[in-house]
């Protein structure tokens, strides 16, 4: 591949990145590239710099030394309507939802496209349902309040918002903390569908092994500041770096490796819709 068209196919590129709070190092000399179209996963122990790293993509916090482009853009030096500009081409579905409890599953999903478009309420209430849709949730969840959702359903509504704007890229904080097997295995079939509907470039952060063996095209390791490894997992299985080993052994790590049995028919809530 040549150099024009690996910069084409690299959606996020962080080069030589260093973050720190005082005197705690958080990454040291950090470089990563997210392909177009593939599902990259971040994982490392508490501390490792994980959230940190995701919050430098989104425009959230600044690495103190090195660059960070994404969609093609430094984001260094951005002014407000650049950054703004550039936001509405990402989505984010954060670890504890984000959405306003004030507000029914149908208003908040609605809410980005009142914010940034010029379309009438109606158009956006249409959107804002086959969205709801088409992460696999009733319809009839969209006259629903956060606080009446199970986890399984609050987070597939927060993900149904950051789809709001037809993102090209998505970012996911722990998108199956806290949920059952159940509810888990769900997102492990809609991440990868919604990838493959809309061409998405898709960024999580996880701790979850089945998550990363049946979803991630790519897994970065984070750990004492810098990247342990990248690859797929089956490549990471074989690294004998003692930062990688523990998520390939004991019970869990063995267990994830097995390939995953065949999932009974979803119900309506569970299964996503396709655009009709």
Known sequence: MNEAASTRDTVIEMRHVSTRFGDHVVHTDISLEVRRAEVFALIGGSGSGKSTLLREMILLQRPDAGSVRVLGVD???LDRDAAQSLRERWGVLFQ???LFGSL????NVGLPLREHTGLDDALIDDIARWKIEMTGLAPEVGAQYPSELSGGMLKRASLARALALDPELLFLDEPTAGLDPI???GFDQLV???RDLFGLTIVMVTHDLDLLWQVADRVAV???GVVQGVGTMAELSRMKNPSIRPYFEGARGRAAQQPAPVAPEATSE???SKPR
């Open 192 to 194: 990868p569908k919604l």
């Open 75 to 77: 984001l260094a030096d």
């Open 104 to 107: 029914t599953v149908l208003e």
């Open 183 to 185: 509810s888990a295995g």
């Open 96 to 98: 504890h939802g984000g």
């Open 222 to 224: 984070l750990g004492e």
């Open 270 to 272: 569970e299964s996503p």
